[in-house]
């Protein structure tokens, strides 16, 4: 049964929309749409073409203009294309008026990521948020979204609350919002109340863009076995376990990771789980340091740290897949020592941007761990030296 519906995953087609605007510059639409694809194959499907268009502003019945929405459903025609995506929201009557118009499935990112966390929700907890985030996404869009509502049969877009005719009614969708935010205030209560019986213990948490490599180094770090993959949002419950190095005992927690456009509904959703963030004495930012817009990533994370108020906490900041970065960066024939030269103008950058807070490394191959554990050990004895004075058997 599952590789019944693992196969009709692999073979949901879609194709991917794009604006180009005042706001969104075209290099920006094109790492975006990257980005999407990404999303769009992590939640099951195959992108197969890439629609972008130039316009001032968003057309307010349909988003793009009649004729690349003309374009689009040409292209699609007997090409067995079971869903189109735009990268930004869609009101719930531009999504009405676009199916009308192509009469094909139609989700925009946020649809999308919604979609993949409802996929991944493991725990009674991540369930409750994402379902939570869901039914916050529908009730504006209630007015023009009836005919998507009732969609069924499967696929991207209509996993989770969404599928019955009942849940379009607006009272029953705020009825559930309550229950679901009561439920998650008594789960929130319950976390803090784990969290506070956890002790006098230094918390430092594992925070960046998602797929970043944040669990392959909880995993490394603790010696655990947290679920990591080579996909976006791998992992949603925060994983916290007790470290020890050189007798110095602490908490790691790995988080949710970022990404660009997150539904604000799912940051509101999530907030019990981003308080592992916000209550986090030390915090390790991890960056793939081989991608190619890993500093607009930086950005992103920096920015939602600022918005959960968690900006202003000691931060630890560990470039990841150094192995990928040289693969990437150098060619065959490139001497030694100007590689050693690149890296060291690298490492030197970063070092000054961090004010000395940052470590290079690779976590599937173990390079320079030692250096990231005497860090993190660092920064841990000097927060117990300041916080627990008298816990002096924790400092040597």
């Known amino acids: 049964m599952l590789d019944k519906k693992k196969k009709i995953q692999e073979e949901e087609k879609t194709v991917l929309v794009g604006l180009i605007h005042k706001d969104q510059t075209e290099q920006q639409v094109k790492e975006y749409l990257d980005e999407l694809a990404f999303l769009a194959e992590t939640a099951g499907a195959k992108t197969i073409k890439r629609f972008t268009q130039k ?110 005719e009942i849940e379009t009614d607006r009272r029953i969708v705020r009825n559930k919002i309550s229950l679901l935010r009561k439920k998650l205030a008594e789960i929130d209560k319950q976390a803090f109340t784990q969290r506070k019986d956890r002790g006098e213990f230094i918390r430092v948490a594992l925070v960046g863009y998602t797929n970043v490599g944040k669990s392959t180094l909880m995993n490394m770090l603790s010696k655990s076995d947290v679920f990591a993959e080579n996909k976006l949002f791998a992992t949603l419950d925060t994983t916290t376990r007790k470290i020890v190095f050189e007798t110095t005992p602490f908490l790691l927690s790995d988080t949710v990771g970022f990404i660009r456009k997150l539904p604000h509904h799912l940051v509101e959703s999530f907030k019990s789980t981003l308080d592992e963030v916000r209550e986090a004495d030390i915090l390790l930012h991890v960056v793939d340091i081989s991608h190619p817009n890993h500093e607009d990533q930086m950005g992103t994370v920096n920015k939602t740290l600022q918005e959960i108020g968690a900006f202003d906490k000691p931060i630890i900041t560990i470039f990841n897949k150094m192995d990928l970065y040289a693969d990437h960066t150098f060619d065959e024939w490139l001497e030694e020592s100007t590689k050693k030269e690149i890296l060291r103008d690298l490492e030197e950058r970063w070092q000054r941007e961090t004010e000395g807070h940052a470590v290079f490394v690779s976590a599937t191959e173990r390079q320079n761990i030692d250096m990231l554990r005497k860090s993190i050990l660092d920064k841990v004895r000097e927060l117990y030296r300041v916080r627990y004075p008298y816990k002096t058997e924790f400092l040597y």
């Open 55 to 164: 316009l001032a502003h968003p057309d307010s019945k349909t988003f793009i203009g009649k004729g690349k929405l003309e374009e689009i459903k040409k292209y699609c025609s007997g090409k067995n294309i079971s869903v189109v995506i735009f990268d930004d929201e869609l009101s719930g009557a531009q999504i009405n008026n676009i199916e009308k118009e192509l009469d094909i499935k139609t989700i925009d990112r946020s649809d999308l990521i919604l979609d993949i966390f409802a996929h991944r929700a493991k725990t009674a907890q991540a369930k409750a948020q994402v379902e939570l985030a869901q039914y916050q996404y529908i009730l504006p869009r209630l007015r023009g979204m009836w005919k998507h509502l009732e969609r069924l049969g499967g696929g991207i877009g209509t996993r989770g609350p969404g599928e019955t």
